[in-house]
């Protein structure tokens, strides 16, 4: 049923992130996938629906490692058998130049599918 509701095609990667919660609470996290609305995410615990998540994760482009930034709000998560947790973040804020550059990467990933 989830599928259905994707606006956006995911892309299954191997990147790391820095989130920070609205305490200033900082955590190094694995990336699971990304889309052009937002990323998922494990995390060490459940945050709750609808709350702001900063999040700088780091992607290769062109043989160079770049930085995206953005403000995301949890849109979904679910809770994991060791009570971590994959989280679904929605893209709610990102720089013009952060998102350019998000969209060549993801146009990268759909170049390299073929």
Known sequence: MGEERRKHQRFAIKW????MLADRSLYAVPVNDVSLGGV???????????TQVNIEFHAQYRGETCAIRAKTVVAHHTLLEDNSAKLGLKFTQI????HHLFNNILQELV????
């Open 16 to 19: 790391q992130a820095r989130v």
């Open 40 to 50: 998922s995410i494990r995390f060490p615990h459940v945050v709750p629906i609808n």
């Open 111 to 114: 170049d390299k599918m073929g």
């Open 95 to 98: 720089s013009r130049e952060h």
